[in-house]
């Protein structure tokens, strides 16, 4: 089961509504369904809640020592209460999937996302779930730090909130631990909208000749 679910964002106002920001955004909507109240613990430098769930206590956590030194705040939260990596689920912004898009996994490379590669150096694995939620590729390398920490186009937040919104139905699933379940749940997709009917067309009716002058 999952016992830890982790959105990796930046603290500060200014980071708040920006690409980077995913993994908070789908923390504050889980703590909102959960009824739970985020508040600050010092210990592990971050905004925390501990909530019970149908019979499990699981804890929501909101890093706020940057992206880069998340770990910092996971791992002596995991420790103390005994989590093992493979009961966390970290959430996060992905490069490579489309906004509206989101996939969940177990385990992998850190791909080169600094939260994931802090959060690997502190545990010492990778075996931890993640959901990846898609924001999509500024298509320049070069571009991407400018990219992640700025705001997305309307259209794509909210793309990314009904990806939030999809994921959130899963949320049972992971804290019952039926993996699979949630796998289904998350990789869903909305059905194809059916094609308007097409009414059967009347012929015209016909029109009557016109009827000619009388001639002087």
Do not use: C
């Not at 804290?175 to 289904?184: K, Q, S, T, V």
Request: without cysteine.
């Amino acid at each position: 089961m999952i016992r830890l679910f982790v959105g990796l964002g930046n603290p500060g106002p200014e980071y708040e509504a920006t690409r980077h920001n995913a993994g908070f955004w789908f923390i504050d909507a889980l703590a909102q369904k959960l009824n739970a109240r985020l508040v600050t613990e010092r210990t592990y430098q971050g905004l925390a809640a501990r909530v019970t769930h149908a019979g499990s206590v699981v804890w929501l956590l909101e890093p706020m020592t940057y992206m880069n030194r998340s770990g910092a705040s996971v791992a002596p939260l995991a420790r103390f209460f005994k989590i093992e990596p493979s009961e966390i689920l970290v959430v996060h912004d992905e490069l490579d999937l489309l906004p509206g898009q989101s996939k969940l996994k177990f385990g992998g490379s850190a791909a080169g996302h600094n939260g994931l590669k802090d959060i690997h150096g502190l545990l010492g694995t990778l075996d931890f779930w993640r959901l990846r939620l898609g924001i999509g590729h500024p298509g320049v390398k070069s571009e991407v730090a400018n990219y992640v920490l700025k705001k997305p186009a309307p259209h794509d937040r909210e793309a990314i909130e009904v990806a939030i919104d999809r994921s959130l139905k899963a949320s049972d699933a992971f804290i019952e631990g039926a993996m699979d379940r949630a796998l289904a749940l998350v990789h869903a997709q909305p059905p194809r909208p059916k094609p308007p009917r097409r009414e059967p067309s009347t012929p015209a009716e016909p029109t009557a000749p016109a009827e000619e002058e009388e001639k002087p």
